[in-house]
């Protein structure tokens, strides 16, 4: 039986929005939703002496964070950490901006994360927003709404075998990919969108990626889920129908949103 297309068009203006472009250092878009998202490149800070990031530090993060910084010792987790941070202070102020028309400096938001429980590692803001956050390789993309959003971004690359074989089950996921729908779905996609779902409820992988089933997929980027068993027992709001769900492949990314 195919889904029925929910009656939106929320999802529709994210298409021509979006770009992923490493050579640019920051980039910031909004969408309906009301949605802000930014995208800072982990690529251009690579590129960037020690000086360079640690005038961007400055500028940017507050005395705890620039400490907070200063323990990574992995230069790797020390650009994914900066960029991130970047990336969320970025989409709340322009989100103030633009929607409650407030002017804030990036240093005067104060990022932190849920610290235990299932939602561990959610992070949080000091200002009445949600915030979802996701980095891959090059690029760390945040945003910023006024309910929780769930995002996720994945390089476009081929999967391996055991991860390939989950996001192919079951069968009708398989189908032909000429036939449209899921089957048409490159697979980190498929694996975005599972992961961004998860997210938006703060669970990230401590629940099952198994427990968001994936039925349907339209041409405008829209998709359809269904939770589980298991995640309807954390959150018993889970019903795909309710949900704004949104998935493309945007510049050799899997990038995938859900929010209400």
């Known amino acids: 039986m195919t889904t029925a297309p929910p009656d939106r068009a929320a999802a529709r203006s994210l298409d021509d929005s979006m770009a992923l472009d490493p050579a640019r250092p920051l980039y910031v878009t909004h969408a309906r939703g009301p949605l802000t998202l930014a995208v800072v490149s982990i690529a251009w800070l690579r ?6 990031r640690a005038t961007i530090g400055a500028r940017h993060l507050s005395d705890d964070e620039l400490q907070q910084a200063a323990q990574l010792r992995l230069v790797k987790r020390r650009l994914e950490w900066l960029a991130g941070r970047l990336a969320i ?11 409650a028309g407030t002017s804030v400096h990036p ?6 994360v849920v610290l235990d429980g ?20 090059d690029f760390a ?3 910023c709404g006024p309910r929780a959003v769930g995002i996720d971004v ?7 075998p055991p991860l390939a074989e989950l996001l192919t089950h079951p069968p009708e996921i398989a189908a032909d990919p000429r036939l449209g729908g899921v089957g048409a779905m490159p697979l980190p996609l498929r694996w975005a969108c599972k992961e961004a779902v998860l997210k938006h409820f703060g669970f990230g992988l401590r629940v099952d990626s198994r427990e968001v089933r994936l039925t349907q997929w339209w041409p405008d980027g829209r998709f359809a889920w269904r939770a ?13 129908s309710r949900f704004d769900s949104w998935a493309r492949e945007v510049d050799g990314y899997a990038l995938a949103l859900v929010w209400q």
């Open 47 to 52: 590129a960037r002496d020690e000086t360079d």
């Open 89 to 99: 202070k970025h989409s709340v102020c322009a989100y103030q901006r633009r929607h």
């Open 107 to 112: 240093r005067d938001i104060t990022v932190g």
């Open 118 to 137: 299932l939602r561990a590692g959610k992070p949080v803001v000091d200002a009445r927003v949600e915030v979802g956050l996701s980095h891959s390789v």
């Open 141 to 143: 993309v945040a945003v």
């Open 154 to 160: 994945e390089r476009s690359r081929q999967v391996p």
């Open 228 to 240: 589980g068993p298991e995640l309807r027992r954390h959150a018993p709001e889970a019903d795909g």
